[in-house]
């Protein structure tokens, strides 16, 4: 079975600051991932995903996530936090049918000026 | 660009009233799904479906739980009777597979149930 733990229910960081949101996985097949980003009031919009080949994926938005098979994580960063960046980040991994989706709880980003 | 419409985005039941959750999913799209968030908890998986059949279900999806496709547009989530521990925000998600991997699921923007 897969599972997905995001540590810190919310991280905050200053405009401009570094933005490290972190994703551990287990999975019994070769994980598919993604990051999944919710602003108030919408829907889930997909940041990133990584299925195969090269382990650092770039993502909207200026966000990136490597893939670390070792250490079975997936963290998501920005070099440099707006504003606008505030929102719940989902760290999932599909499953081993490669079908549906497990969720992280969630991560709350809060960006102060 | 398209997307995975909801409708609506809040409703408010009385315990044991039978509420139908409706989406579009986006038209190519040949797997549709339906997730529930309750509020401060994760994302959860309660069913998929494909082919006008139910493909994959999770133990949430019990009795009280429903799919249909009925047009060939919509596809909605009926509960039965509804109880106060079903209010969530539900969120309907559709993908297809593509040269060998699955695409990454499109949600919509969800309903929000609220069961009083």
């Known amino acids: 079975a897969q599972s997905v733990t995001q540590l810190g229910s919310h991280v905050s960081v200053s405009e401009g600051a570094l933005v490290l949101l972190r994703c551990n996985y287990s999975?019994?097949?070769?994980?598919?991932l993604f990051w999944y980003v919710q602003y108030p009031n919408q829907g889930l919009q997909l940041l990133l995903k990584?299925?195969?080949?090269?382990?650092l994926v770039k993502g909207i938005n200026g966000f990136e996530a490597e893939f670390k098979k070792s250490e079975t994580s997936f963290h998501l960063t920005k070099p440099s936090a707006h504003m606008s960046d505030a929102a719940e980040y989902f760290c999932?991994?599909?499953?081993?049918?490669?079908?549906?989706?497990?969720f992280g709880k969630g991560t709350m980003l809060l960006v102060s000026p | 660009e398209p997307e995975v419409t909801q409708t609506p985005s809040h409703q408010v039941t009385q315990m044991g009233q039978e509420v139908i959750l409706r989406c579009v999913p986006i038209?190519?799209?040949?797997?549709f799904y339906w997730y529930r968030q309750i509020l401060g908890q994760k994302v959860e998986f309660l069913v998929s479906?494909?082919?006008?059949?139910?493909?994959?279900k999770s133990e949430i999806f019990d009795d009280q739980f429903s799919v249909e496709r009925p047009d060939g547009s919509n596809f909605t989530l009926k509960i039965r009777s509804t109880k106060l521990e079903d209010s969530a925000m539900y969120f309907c998600?559709?993908?297809?597979?593509?040269?060998?991997?699955?695409?990454?699921?499109?949600f919509g923007q969800g309903t929000r149930l609220t069961v009083v």
């Open positions: 999932a991994v599909m499953n081993s049918g490669y079908s549906t989706l497990t």
């Open positions: 999975s019994s097949v070769p994980p598919y």
């Open positions: 990584y299925t195969t080949g090269a382990t």
């Open positions: 038209s190519n799209h040949l797997y």
């Open positions: 479906f494909y082919n006008n059949e139910i493909s994959e």
């Open positions: 998600a559709s993908n297809s597979p593509g040269q060998g991997a699955w695409t990454e699921a499109f």
